[in-house]
């Protein structure tokens, strides 16, 4: 048989049986259990139930059909499959038997990681997310979470003063006080990352910077 050691899920994989050895002839036959998935377009040689297939044509040692693959989230998939090669004599003696099992895997594409509740804010109490004194620095905080539990690596975080991009602040999570004047519009937003793939890019609140207030 042919059938793959690992499955896309709902991928349809075209299928062929085959007897090889045994003894000398031509005829013969088969009976499959796949205990997942589809099977199709097997033509007047092959006879499909839920999870079994069998030859209808014993005239012949090889057959092919269509099998397509279970939804995402199956998991693996058992196959189980007898072979004969028939002798022709009419009689339940002097066939070639085999059997053979074979486990077929799911691949499992990563998903990507989301980041939810982006936000700046000043760094010391109160900790507006509206106004910021010059001299304060600006901290951004985000949830991330992974849908495989996938540990955050390499996440993107871009700082935006006035609509434009800072790239000198590019991935840190605190935005220095020497960064910002007075009069200015701050935003940051964070593409979340699991090392593999990039998640969609969230935007935090925007702040505004104030003067520094001097005590007399």
């Given at each position: ?132 004194a010059e001299n304060i620095d600006?901290k951004f905080d985000y949830t991330y ?72």
């Open positions: 048989h042919n059938f793959p050691t690992d499955y896309t899920p709902n991928q349809v994989y075209n299928i062929q049986i085959s007897v090889q050895g045994g003894v000398v002839g031509s005829e013969g036959g088969f009976a499959l259990d796949v205990d997942q998935g589809a099977y199709s377009n097997g033509g007047p040689d092959v006879t499909f139930l839920t999870t079994t297939a069998t030859h209808s044509n014993p005239s012949q040692r090889s057959w092919n059909f269509d099998w397509t693959a279970p939804a995402a989230g199956t998991g693996t998939v058992s196959v189980a499959l007898a072979t004969l090669a028939s002798n022709s004599n009419g009689a339940n003696t002097g066939d070639s038997r085999g059997t053979t099992t074979h486990t077929i895997n799911e691949l499992v594409s990563n998903q990507a990681p989301s980041a939810t509740n982006a936000v700046i804010k000043s760094s010391v109490s109160p900790f507006s997310e509206t106004n910021v600006v979470s992974d849908p495989e539990n996938d540990p955050q690596s390499g996440s993107e975080i871009r700082w935006m003063k006035n609509g434009v991009t800072q790239p000198m602040y590019n991935d840190i999570k605190t935005l220095p006080s020497s960064a910002i004047t007075a009069g200015e519009t701050w935003y940051a937003t964070i593409a979340p990352s699991d090392g593999t793939t990039l998640g969609t890019s969230v935007q935090s609140n925007s702040i505004s910077i104030d003067a520094e207030v001097i005590a007399n």
